[in-house]
């Protein structure tokens, strides 16, 4: 065979270059004056390495390189057991005079073989030798000596005539610098592969392309399709609202009721399934209609603040109250006879939650509800963020060990979805579906009622009744202008029997200050703790 010998005899005086510290040997003595190297590759593909340093008196401690850059997204690992002679921790190769170890992943098939590379000696040695035996006839060599990235050759190599043992040597091996040996085998000399490991990138992590992108979509079909099942087997009403939405006649038993009695804010909570402070002003406005309280509406300056006095009349058959109407009754005026709106503070604001707790009950008591609708709302918002959190995992350890990281925002998106979609969860049962039926006929009729229509001896009493629904259906504005159009018919004109002005106020003003009292009182709840969710 080929002595490299000579033709390589100049090399050494190029492999001065710095290299990575992480592959230096550090010795309690001068530096080993000799370190004899020798390989065995069995027909399993692991490599066997006896290595002796002399004069052996101190301890050698070598960081053997372990992980190398494979390609664009995967690293090259070598593993090391088995030590003899020595130990290793992971990170640092000790021992004193000889060492043994196990190398595994240091072939790579090629196409004309197998190629073993192994970085065989580190420095500073003065000389070294490394012999190697292999399962095969040797079809090439090369070595390498200083920096890793380093193509200066060694100072000799060859091969024996046995062809199957081959040498390589190399002179002032400095500090930080390495010896690396590369045999070429015949194909199938050992069936070996290189142990990958994919590094991250983000620009990898998350590749699109026809398998990722394909793959997204159907889990986005998939999983968002689930959500929409879920909607509509579990969120539907029991019966189809749209098709039973006739308007309903406002007239029963000659005067104006709504659908089946139903209170302004039972139908607030039915309607939006959110028992909220519209609810709770349509209730205090309908508390006063039906005679359980008064609104007087204070004198004030031009720049003052309006206020009102809510008064508590007596006589009113609280008893009669439903359970939400007794505990808003109660939590206003708390053992007082009167009190005024800006007061509204500490305990009422406080009791509130109970109002809220209350109305949902009511809902469920009338059968509208199979269960709470806050409760349903709960229970998928805390699903759909679950998921979100479960998708959150899975898009880092996607993005971390695979290139599929885009289909864990399937997840996400999913979760996020039936997080959002919760709030359309809650499901009426066919009673509660008919009852919003009827309700929704109900809006339309105060959209268009005329005031010709009632009698005119009525028109006060009955129009003030509906206020409240008005509150309810976001047209306050309509029908207060409606009642202040009332021209006396045989009443008095300058107040309403459960709404007093100041003095100089007649119902001319009743639409303006209907109007502030509703949103000044919406406003006062909403800034309860207890209602700020909804």
């Known amino acids: 065979m080929v002595d490299l010998a000579r033709r390589l005899g100049l090399a050494a005086l190029l492999a001065v270059l710095a290299a990575s510290p992480a592959h230096a040997v550090t010795a309690a003595s001068a530096p ?12 399993n593909g692991v490599l066997h390495v006896k290595e002796t340093v002399a004069p052996a008196g101190g301890t050698v401690r070598r960081t053997p390189l372990t992980r190398t850059r494979y390609d664009d997204g995967h690293d090259r690992v070598y593993r090391i057991s088995n030590v003899k002679g020595g130990s290793y921790d ?3 190769l000790t021992f004193k005079g000889t060492v043994e170890y196990d190398v595994t992943g240091a ?19 003065q000389d070294a030798v490394v012999t190697v035996t292999g399962p095969g006839r040797v079809q090439n060599l090369s070595c390498f000596a200083g920096e890793l990235s380093a193509a200066i050759a060694c100072t000799s190599a060859s091969v024996e005539e046995t062809g199957t043992t081959s040498t390589f040597e190399q002179q002032s091996l400095g500090e930080g610098q390495t010896l690396t040996v590369v045999v070429g085998y015949p194909k199938g000399a050992t069936g070996a592969r290189p142990i990958l490991e994919r590094r991250f990138e983000l620009s990898t992590a998350f590749t699109l392309n026809a398998v990722t992108g394909g793959s997204l979509a159907a889990l986005l079909v998939l999983l968002l399709g689930g959500v929409g099942l879920l909607y509509w087997t579990r969120g539907r009403d029991a019966r189809v609202v749209g098709s039973e939405s006739a308007p309903v006649s406002g007239h029963r038993g000659g005067h104006f009721t709504p659908p089946d009695g139903v209170r302004p804010g039972q139908i607030g909570t039915l309607f939006d399934e959110q028992a909220d402070v519209v609810d709770v002003t349509a209730t ?25 006095c809510l008064v508590k009349l007596p006589g009113a058959p609280v008893g009669h109250l439903l359970p939400y109407e007794r505990a808003l009754y109660d939590a206003i005026f708390d053992g007082r006879d009167r009190v005024l709106l ?16 209350a109305l949902y009950q009511d809902v469920v008591a009338q059968g509208w509800f199979a269960r709470r609708p806050d409760s349903t709302r709960s229970r998928w918002t805390t699903l759909g963020l679950a998921v979100v959190a479960l998708g959150v995992v899975a898009t880092v350890l996607l993005a971390w060990f ?15 979805a039936l997080a959002f979609g919760a709030q359309y969860m809650p499901a009426k049962t066919a009673k509660g579906a008919a009852a919003l039926a009827h309700t929704l006929g109900f809006r339309e009729y105060l959209a268009g009622a005329n005031v010709d229509d009632v009698p005119a001896g009525q028109r006060v009493e009955l129009f003030s ?7 309810i259906f976001d047209s306050v504005d309509r029908w207060a202008r409606v009642v202040s159009a009332f021209n006396g018919n045989g009443r008095q004109t300058d107040h309403l029997y459960w709404y007093q002005g100041p003095a100089e106020w007649d119902l001319s003003r009743f639409a303006d200050s209907m109007r502030t009292f509703v949103m000044t009182t919406s406003g006062a709840i909403s800034t309860s703790r207890q209602f700020r969710s909804l």
Not at 34 to 40: A, L, Q, S, Y
Not at 287 to 308: C, K, M, S
Not at 344 to 349: E, I, K, T
């Open 284 to 308: 205090i406005v309908d508390l006063a209609v039906r005679n359980y309280l008064r609104i007087d509406e204070q004198p004030r300056q031009t720049y003052d603040t309006p206020d009102w």
């Open 465 to 471: 009744r509906y206020l409240p629904y008005a509150v």
């Open 402 to 416: 695979t290139t599929y990281g885009l289909l864990g925002l399937a997840l996400i998106i999913a979760g996020a």
């Open 107 to 125: 072939v790579t098939p090629t196409a004309s073989g197998e190629e073993l590379r192994w970085f065989a000696v580190s420095g500073p040695v």
């Open 342 to 357: 800006s007061e509204l503070q500490g305990s009422f604001a406080a009791r509130l939650a109970t109002v809220r707790d």
């Open 32 to 43: 080993p004056a000799k370190d004899e190297v020798t390989m065995e590759l069995r027909e």
């Open 90 to 92: 992971g990170e640092t």
